[in-house]
Structures are given as structure tokens and as C-alpha cells.
Nanobody
Framework: QVQLVEFGGGLVQAGGSLRLSCTAS????????MGWFRQAPGKQREFVAQ??????SNYADSVRGRFTISKDSAKNTVLQMNSLKPEDTAVYYC?????????WGQGTQVTVSS
């Protein structure tokens, strides 16, 4: 099993920045992807960004150019969110994915005021 704990989030004005981090503990894998999804009220959970164990990243079109995902170890990933918009308001969930397993964090609230 992999346990994920998210840090960061909060309230920010439109145009501002926030930084989310996620730390994994427990079993680790040599091949994995860590990333972020988000879920706004009344909407389905959607993909935001992901980075693989070899450092390949990809982004949702809605955040590309504003958000940057990185990892500073095999167990920690960071999502830097700039130029935030009210539509970025959601609960953000850390995700850890391997070939056969998928794990989720508990979520952290991001609220962007207009």
C-alpha cells in the first residue's frame, strides 16, 4: 500500500499562486506516475497534471502554461499553480499510479476568489 498526504492549498485571489505538495509513504515502486486530479462541486473528478518516475510530465489543457508539476524525490511531488482563476476552485487530490495499482490522497481545498 501507498499512503499519500497532501500539503498546501487554501484561499487566494485570482491571479495569485499556490503550491501543493504530496508525500508518499509505505511501499514504493520503481515505475510509477504521481499527479493531481481535482473535483469541483457538482462536477466529476478531472485530471490536472502528472509526472512519471522518469520525469515525463503532462498537463490538462486548462492548466498548461500556468501549472508546473515537479518531483524532488521518488516520494514527493509538487504542483506550482500560477495565474489562478476562479474556475480552478476545487478539491485537489494527489494520485499515485502504477501498472496495477492506484492510490489517492485525502484531498486539499483550493479556493480562488474573483
Amino acid at each position: 500500500q501507498v499512503q499519500l498526504v497532501e500539503f498546501g492549498g487554501g484561499l487566494v485571489q485570482a491571479g495569485g499562486s499556490l503550491r501543493l505538495s504530496c508525500t508518499a509513504s509505505g511501499r514504493t515502486f520503481s515505475s510509477y506516475a504521481m499527479g493531481w486530479f481535482r473535483q469541483a462541486p457538482g462536477k466529476q473528478r478531472e485530471f490536472v497534471a502528472q509526472i512519471s518516475s522518469v520525469g515525463v510530465s503532462n498537463y490538462a489543457d486548462s492548466v498548461r502554461g500556468r501549472f508546473t508539476i515537479s518531483k524532488d524525490s521518488a516520494k514527493n511531488t509538487v504542483l506550482q499553480m500560477n495565474s489562478l482563476k476562479p474556475e480552478d476552485t476545487a478539491v485537489y487530490y494527489c494520485n499515485y499510479r502504477t501498472y496495477a495499482n492506484e492510490f489517492w490522497g485525502q484531498g486539499t481545498q483550493v479556493t480562488v476568489s474573483s
